[in-house]
């Protein structure tokens, strides 16, 4: 009778935990893609690849946070196959901030710092109220862990965002910004393999 009730008990807590992760899942996805549209269209005016480098990071959290959800419920292999979905994805974001950082090189054009300041501190404040919701959750399995992981670089990338806009200010160069893309897109690089590298041994011991 105590097994059995220490079982359902056991059972309760994990799918309360669940509900728990989904809700904070749900909250941070619609963050992430609301500041994706905000921030793309501020990089585009302001002429920043830096600040669309950034963004392209909030619309891959929010594919990251969508695939978390799909594979919350799911089996080892499903949620090893969401972080090899992941990471695959930031792979091909990195790759899309490397042909942006050419195109601004060819311009030569120095972004809108103030453009760059106000909008890189307004997904700073999103990425850090983000990752205090889901820190508590970060040792649950290997798609939470990537998500923390995302959003740690989300707050990384927008303080060198900061930096940047004030270094476009003072210098009036183009050359901060260039610096600051191609720190994010090695990031998303870093961040990939990583993800590549946790989920790659799960997947070949499910086939075998």
């Given at each position: 009778?105590?097994?059995?009730?220490?079982?359902?008990?056991?059972?309760?807590?994990?799918?309360?935990?669940?509900?728990?992760?989904?809700?904070?899942?749900?909250?941070?996805?619609?963050?992430?893609?609301?500041?994706?549209?905000?921030?793309?269209?501020?990089?585009?005016?302001?002429?920043?690849?830096?600040?669309?480098?950034?963004?392209?990071?909030?619309?891959?959290?929010?594919?990251?946070?969508?695939?978390?959800?799909?594979?919350?419920?799911?089996?080892?292999?499903?949620k090893a196959g969401?972080?090899?979905?992941?990471?695959?994805?930031?792979?091909?974001?990195?790759?899309?901030?490397?042909?942006?950082?050419?195109?601004?090189?060819?311009?030569?054009?120095?972004?809108?710092?103030?453009?760059?300041?106000?909008?890189?501190?307004?997904?700073?404040?999103v990425n850090l109220?983000?990752?205090?919701?889901?820190?508590?959750?970060?040792?649950?399995?290997?798609?939470?862990?990537?998500?923390?992981?995302?959003?740690?670089?989300?707050?990384?990338?927008?303080?060198?965002?900061?930096?940047?806009?004030?270094?476009?200010?003072?210098?009036?160069?183009?050359?901060?910004?260039?610096?600051?893309?191609?720190?994010?897109?090695?990031?998303?690089?870093?961040?990939?393999?990583?993800?590549?590298?946790?989920?790659?041994?799960?997947?070949?011991?499910?086939?075998?």
């Amino acid at each position: 009778m105590d097994d059995c009730c220490a079982s359902k008990a056991s059972d309760l807590e994990r799918l309360a935990r669940q509900a728990e992760q989904r809700r904070v899942l749900v909250v941070v996805l619609a963050l992430n893609a609301a500041m994706f549209l905000i921030e793309f269209t501020a990089g585009l005016i302001a002429g920043s690849a830096a600040l669309m480098a950034d963004s392209a990071d909030m619309f891959g959290d929010a594919s990251v946070y969508a695939l978390s959800l799909y594979a919350l419920d799911r089996s080892g292999r499903w949620k090893a196959g969401a972080a090899m979905a992941k990471g695959v994805f930031i792979v091909a974001l990195g790759l899309g901030v490397l042909f942006e950082i050419g195109v601004r090189l060819q311009t030569g054009v120095p972004p809108n710092s103030t453009l760059m300041l106000g909008f890189a501190a307004l997904a700073l404040a999103v990425n850090l109220f983000c990752l205090r919701l889901i820190w508590r959750f970060r040792s649950l399995d290997m798609n939470m862990s990537s998500a923390v992981e995302c959003s740690r670089n989300d707050v990384i990338a927008n303080l060198g965002v900061l930096v940047a806009a004030g270094a476009v200010a003072l210098s009036g160069s183009f050359w901060p910004d260039i610096i600051v893309a191609s720190v994010i897109a090695a990031l998303f690089l870093r961040s990939a393999v990583r993800m590549i590298g946790e989920a790659w041994p799960v997947l070949r011991h499910a086939h075998s």
